[in-house]
């Protein structure tokens, strides 16, 4: 059975502490190493397949497991580079700001209800922009969900404008739909009797004040009515959060029509009551695309794993929170105000200049121009959860609470200045994790009897990412690693490529807070390959928890809001945008489509790493495309989309606490006081 390591195999949870007690918390994840060697970056141990596709990427940022040592560029794999730049650094809008930017589709008609597909659902035969819209409400409540509201579709629409009227219809095992906001993915349609049955969104999928259920659905094509069938009582175990669905054999509406008048959608019982009700498709494709299901594999229809509680924001962010109270007063400017704050980044951006100046002194460097890493914490920080996805957060929570810096000293006197990231370790925006194929599933069971992870929870990280230029590796096992994706499969080091000399675990962090693991899952071969990503590229782990990334998820003209950046983040730039860095301290960059040949560095191909050194700006990571890689035991081959293959470039060995589980009591590099 194929199991994904949970995150907090090297992750230690951040946990509320009593009697004073210091918290366990996260540090440097393990590492990984990587080198130029073209056999090891282009030959993995073990390959996936599917049909073959195209790759949006340019040849500067593709290579192919056929042949790649054209695109190999030993040069800039070897070279440290400079910390000057003078490309774009930037960070990609977040999901806040891609909800109000401009949209304007044509909508298409659609007859019948398909399982896990999204629709638009309307009053009017045509598409017009006066017809009235089924919508989720913009006010959420912790008690009762949010509103079924009706609205129409402005002139100046914007992605929000249709994201809000999305629903997804998902067939249960009475035959019927179960109606579920794509927005607030948490959220599916149920009906107050206390309220003339009127039609209301509410949580069925998390933590709830208050429970109630959802409704099942039956759509006559030929009549146009949407008909009741079933209600089903949501409850959850407080302890263990397994969640509980039973039909609600006092349901009055079974059979009932949904009728709309006022702007509210209700049940009534008679069809001449009822009111016609038209499909349309919806005009972006959330669908699992090729590439991250290639051997197409089916879906699954286990039970879901109970989702997880690790924190609460309580627990983490304010003067009694325990990042507030265990920095020292060194940092604590950094972090007196959660998230976004113009008093907290003139603090970052002035400690972040002594720490340069401070390195200079030592005939040292930062890695990079304090703009990479300021451009990383201001994006870092705004990103604020906008979907009701997450089964214990609350819309408009802060994802990565905290970023700040630290530079202490070794017993020699040497400075070790640290980017700390805190983060919850979910995207803003709707998971898709209802969409995977075949998700993990629970440990100590064979998968058939397996509950899945289709849920998605707050994470507790506290992330280090090295801010000196430690240099860059020219052999692949260069850097010490206690254990890696080629150890634990009892293989010997001599096998050990970019792919497989890689950490068990956890990678690097995205710039929305989420972490990212090696392309490998834990059996060397691609989970892309699987069909356990979604769209996203990215699942949550046997552990649970929030979802994390194996693969790019970025798909040209498709899909906003799936990734973390999208080909609006291109327009007027000069450079991919900055998505995530490695916890070597490599930046990463998004991907360079065919159609970026103007800017910055297309054409200076990628090494094995899939990194490169151009300009003035030091080497760097891009999100790329392995075309041609095989399907195992398949003369298919599939596009591979990597954010970072796995081993790691930069030198981790003189990184403190480098791969190590440790806390502010113990690791001064946090900026706690060491006790």
């Known amino acids: 059975m194929l199991r994904d390591i949970g995150l907090m195999v090297l992750v230690a949870a951040l946990t509320a502490c009593g009697g004073g007690g210091g918290a366990s918390q996260t540090t440097t994840p393990t590492s990984t190493s990587s080198t130029v060697n073209d056999t090891a970056s282009t030959t993995p141990t073990s390959t996936s397949s599917t049909s073959s596709t195209s790759s949006t990427s340019s040849t500067s940022s593709t290579s192919s497991t056929s042949s790649t040592s054209s695109t190999v560029n030993d040069t800039a794999s070897t070279t440290s580079g400079t910390t000057g730049t003078s490309a774009n650094i930037y960070a990609p809008a977040g999901f806040e700001a891609i909800l109000t930017s401009s949209y304007a589709p044509t909508l298409s008609a659609a007859t019948t209800l398909v399982s896990r597909s999204r629709y638009l659902i309307s009053d009017s035969a045509s598409a017009s922009t006066s017809a009235n819209y089924l919508t989720i409400g913009s006010t959420y409540s912790a008690t009762t969900g949010y509103a079924v509201e009706s609205s129409t579709i402005p002139a100046a629409s914007t992605y929000g404008t249709y994201l809000s009227k999305l629903v997804q219809a998902v067939s249960g095992s009475d035959g019927y739909f179960r109606l579920d906001s794509h927005l607030h993915p948490n959220q599916s349609i149920d009906v107050d009797v206390s309220d003339s049955n009127r039609l209301k969104f509410r949580n069925n999928f998390g933590k709830a004040s208050t429970t109630y259920g959802y409704v099942t659905f039956g759509y006559d094509s030929s009549t146009k009515l949407l008909q009741a069938k079933k209600r089903y009582k949501y409850s959850y175990d407080a302890t263990t959060y397994t969640a509980t669905y039973t039909e609600d054999s006092t349901f009055a509406g079974a059979n009932q029509y949904v009728s709309y008048a006022g702007g509210a959608y209700k049940l009534v019982s008679s069809d001449s009551a009822a009111t016609r009700l038209y499909l349309y498709a919806s005009p972006i494709d959330f669908s699992i695309p090729v590439n991250m299901n290639p051997a197409a594999t089916a879906y699954v229809s286990n039970a879901k794993a109970p989702f997880k509680t690790k924190t609460t924001t309580d627990a983490v962010e304010g003067s009694n929170g325990l990042i507030y109270k265990n920095v020292n007063s060194t940092y604590q400017a950094q972090v007196k105000v959660a998230g976004s704050s113009a008093e907290t980044k003139a603090s970052a951006d002035a400690f972040l200049a002594t720490i340069k100046t401070t390195l200079a002194a030592k005939g040292e460097k930062l890695r990079y121009d304090p703009s990479v890493y300021t451009a990383f914490r201001d994006a870092a920080l705004a990103t604020k959860l906008v979907s009701d996805a997450v089964a214990d957060g609350t819309p408009g929570q802060n994802l990565v609470p905290y970023v700040y810096f630290t530079n202490e000293q070794d ?85 050990a490529n970019v792919y497989n000399y890689a950490s068990i675990a956890d990678n690097g962090v995205l710039i929305n807070g989420a972490v990212m693991f090696p392309v490998m899952n834990n059996v060397l071969v691609p989970s892309q390959s699987m069909g356990e990503l979604s769209a996203n590229g990215c699942h949550v782990g046997q552990g649970g928890g929030g979802p994390h990334c194996h693969a790019d998820g970025y798909q040209s003209s498709k899909g906003v809001g799936v990734a973390v950046y999208g080909d609006s983040d291109y327009v007027g730039k000069t450079h991919p945008p900055l998505i995530g860095f490695g916890y070597d301290g490599v930046a990463l960059f998004g991907v360079y489509r065919s159609s970026d040949s103007s800017m910055l560095g297309y054409s200076t191909v990628l090494d094995s790493f899939g990194g490169h050194l151009h300009d003035s700006l030091a080497y760097h990571y891009h999100a790329h495309a392995v075309a041609n890689y095989p399907l195992a035991g398949s003369s298919v081959t599939y596009t591979l989309n990597v954010l970072m293959k796995g081993a790691y470039i930069g030198k981790t060995n003189s990184i403190p606490f480098f791969g190590m589980n440790s806390s502010f009591s113990n690791n001064k590099y946090l900026g706690g006081t060491v006790k």
Not at 440 to 458: D, I
Request: charged share 10%; no cysteine.
């Open 411 to 495: 017993t020699s006197g040497s400075y070790h200045p640290f980017m700390i990231v805190v983060s919850y370790g979910n995207p803003s925006s709707p998971h898709g994790l209802q969409d995977i194929p075949r998700p993990p599933g629970e440990g100590g069971v064979l998968y058939p009897n397996a509950r899945v992870t289709r849920f998605s929870n707050l994470e507790n990280y506290i992330l280090s990412i090295p801010l000196k230029d430690y240099g860059l590796v020219t052999a692949v096992t260069e850097n010490t690693l206690s254990s890696t994706l080629l150890s634990d499969m009892g293989l010997s080091v001599t096998s």
